[in-house]
């Protein structure tokens, strides 16, 4: 049997904050290991500039980004188990929360040309 996609029923801004999490969590230079294993820390969080900001080697659109500004978006993936919030500051991603498939990781990190 083909696996569910979203098997958790996140909705499209818990889809789009757990994928910027995730990209975060890529990044050595914003992250520390978390408490539990497999976790990954998120040491800050990126500010916008204008419409956009820069993760790493990516561009997001600031209106694929509102989530990490929404503390229910974080409550949402904290209650499911996929990052531990300690809202507005920072969150641990739990290899939960790294392992799951948003499928918006092509839609919203685009390759950053400047």
């Known amino acids: 049997m083909a696996k569910k996609h979203n098997p958790l029923n996140l909705n499209p801004l818990q889809l789009r904050t757990l994928t910027l999490l995730q990209a975060l969590a ?11 294993a497999g976790s990954v ?9 204008g419409d956009h900001f ?8 600031a209106r694929d980004a509102t989530g990490l500004a929404n503390e229910a978006a974080w409550i949402a993936l904290e209650r499911k ?9 920072t969150c641990e991603v739990t ?3 790294l392992d799951y498939d948003t499928g ?4 919203i990190l685009h390759g950053a040309d400047h």
């Open 95 to 97: 290899q939960a929360g």
């Open 54 to 61: 820069h993760l790493g080697p990516w561009a997001v659109q």
């Open 104 to 107: 918006l990781k092509d839609q």
């Open 81 to 89: 188990g996929l990052i531990k919030s300690q809202f507005p500051a």
């Open 41 to 49: 820390r998120i040491t800050s969080l990126p500010q916008p500039h």
């Open 26 to 36: 890529s990044l050595p230079d914003l992250t520390e290991p978390g408490e539990t």
